[in-house]
DNA sequence: GACGATGGTGACAACGTTGTCAAGCACTCG
DNA sequence: CGAGTGCTTGACAACGTTGTCACCATCGTC
């Protein structure tokens, strides 16, 4: 800028006003300014800016993992609404790890970051008591923080998507339904056993625990669970799976079991032919209906029927009944609360729930 | 700094030296000064640390879309990178807008990343001259930058790729394969198309420009696309789709055309049945084996052969032949390549080029 | 006992910007 | 002609760090 000012033969202080658009300059002066700008090749230090205003223009993102596709749609709309408020977003991603999401915090208020969203991977945010008082604002989403912070918060209707969910493989006769679900660490995961709990006392089912499974949803642990549950005596019906990726672990190994067994009661048809080699205990049979208008999935399900939280890419092409929550409304909202702050807003921490919506493509419509 | 280092009872330099672990401070002084700092809750103002240095620790990642997996994932693979150096990553999303690429690329650089790692939009980096005489690193992923830009590059072997998928199919007697690829603005969607016709070129095939339909992967274009194919006098009895976004909407396009269909001559069991209403011209009949061992797409593909370029989730479940390449090795490599020249190592821009790898699965495996 | 080496500490300038305030100028009005 | 006004411009300090350099003990050595 001194460069720019020496070669303009003006005054840093008018440079700097042309710069940043402020009136007052005259036409001419500005032309002359803006010339050597470009001839210079200059750009704004915006460390400097930062320094000197006291604020930076971006905001820190912190969640699981930017390759999950529901993080990273909700990324996505944060970063949209970031740009139409002129601001940048440092993403990082905790892989829920509590310490690493500590760092990742307080590495982007020391980069002075105008405001934080959080997916907290931890329960205590203690570490951020400083920070509020220095004047940070923070939003979390699709999770709430510890207690004891009174921050904002934008949620999904957990336990009343579960809910449906399970109440809609209820309606349709199942009686033992199994849940997979995210590790019990996760708030997400407990809400929406909650639901599932819920959507059984109401029906007078019994909360049976040997049905339930929580843990990462990896695919080795997701397949010894299914095999597990199917191999009890009284198996389930019918499975709720907890969130995408569970179900989309669910539905590999579901495949790989119908696969094994080539046996086929067909209700549809009423063929049958017995080339099962598949020591598969009580597994039912596919409803597979031959040359019919069923959807992928349901032929692959090994007799079961499939309601999972979250919508997933291709879902509607397997025909997979889902519970959908909305990561980018999320994102959206998460951020635009975090602006409304930023813009001076006061008043309590709010905490939003946005609703969640039941998709039926027919894995969620069999009767047992 | 100032208020700790006066609640210590020492000078600022010294505060500094704790901070920043720098050796030749007295242990009790240093503890002395860290105590103050923990009970003022004092965090360190990077800006102010980047001005004075010059160094921001942070980087650029200029990409498509972070909500497209592809690019989701090589987000996470830059993120981890810059994570191991100490670095933080700015992430924007261009959404194939050359304009909006330079805004971001430019803003980033205004705020000082120390380097950038670009999938470009555009096809002219002259206004990133300025940037690199000012001494800004670059290196350009996925595609390559404009001519005259010798920044490192890393690209998938788009061609080769390509190549081998088709020559896959025509391996399988196709003689008709369609090729859809994204918008031939597009530099990857340009080589892929090269590939296609060498793959013929090498098979003695003629190239039909009836069959190559490029432009963006949205349904309904799609759509169009496949039944304009299809209804030709002549119509492909494969198809070759040239990313993953396209090779998704076109499995959705045939299995709605499958669907419609009811009629099947099944080549497995030879039944066949005339409930087809539906007007579909020459679309040869699915190839569905009841209760066989086939995995779900192959019977949803209007009886057309399927390779696509890109994995995507679910691609082994619905048995989709693909050619996959690596997004997250692409960022892992750019990244490295990024950080191996902040750490000063000078030399020519270097073009490298990951290999690809065809994955057989089902849907690339069947006769004409 | 004088000297240099060593370890610990602090004063100060500088990084590149912007906010504050004041000054210079041309013009208008009484 | 002088005061008042509006427009344009510039000098200067400050933002919170860190690099440079200098200073002062303390210690060991000749």
Chains 1, 2 share one sequence.
Request: proline content about 5%.
């Amino acid at each position: 800028m001194n460069d720019v000012a020496a070669a303009a033969g003006v005054a840093l202080k008018t440079v700097s006003r042309v710069v940043n658009n402020e009136p007052g300059v005259n036409p001419a002066t500005a032309e002359r300014v803006q010339a050597a700008i470009d001839r210079l090749g200059y750009r704004r230090n915006d460390s400097a800016r930062t320094l000197r205003r006291g604020r930076t223009a971006s905001i820190g993102l912190v969640i699981e993992d930017v390759a999950d596709p529901f993080y990273s749609g909700l990324s996505r709309a944060v970063e949209d609404v970031a740009l139409r408020n002129d601001h940048f977003v440092f993403t990082g991603s905790s892989g829920e790890d509590p310490a690493r999401e500590r760092d990742l915090v307080l590495a982007f208020c020391a980069r002075q970051v105008d405001g934080l969203i959080i997916v907290p991977a931890g329960t205590d945010h203690g570490y951020l008591a400083p920070e509020f008082d220095a004047g940070l604002k923070a939003v979390f989403a699709d999770r709430p923080p510890g207690a004891g912070c009174r921050a904002d918060t934008v949620l999904s209707d957990n336990a009343g998507g579960s809910r449906t969910g399970v109440a809609h493989l209820i309606a349709h006769g199942h009686r033992r339904i199994g849940f997979l679900a995210d590790s019990p660490a996760i708030f997400t995961a407990v809400e929406r056993l909650r639901g599932y709990r819920e959507a059984l006392a109401a029906a007078g089912l019994p909360y049976d625990e040997s049905l339930v499974a929580m843990g990462p949803p990896d695919q080795e642990r997701v397949r010894a669970v299914v095999e597990r549950l199917l191999a009890l005596p009284d198996p389930p019906t019918a499975l709720f799976t907890g969130n995408g990726r569970t179900t989309v672990a669910t539905l590999r190994v579901l495949d790989a079991i119908s696969a094994r067994c080539s046996a086929y009661h067909c209700s549809a048809c009423r063929c049958s032919n017995d080339r099962c080699s598949n020591d598969h205990g009580s597994v039912r049979h596919g409803a597979e209906r031959h040359g019919g208008t069923g959807r992928h999935g349901q032929g692959r399900l090994a007799g079961l029927a499939l309601v999972g939280f979250d919508d997933f890419e291709l879902a509607d092409l397997l025909g997979i009944t889902i519970v959908a929550q909305d990561p980018s409304r999320l994102g959206l909202t998460a951020a635009e609360m975090l602006f409304r702050r930023l813009s001076g807003h006061a008043g309590p921490g709010l905490r939003l729930e946005l609703p969640t919506r039941l998709i039926e493509r027919g894995s969620g419509e069999t009767v047992p």
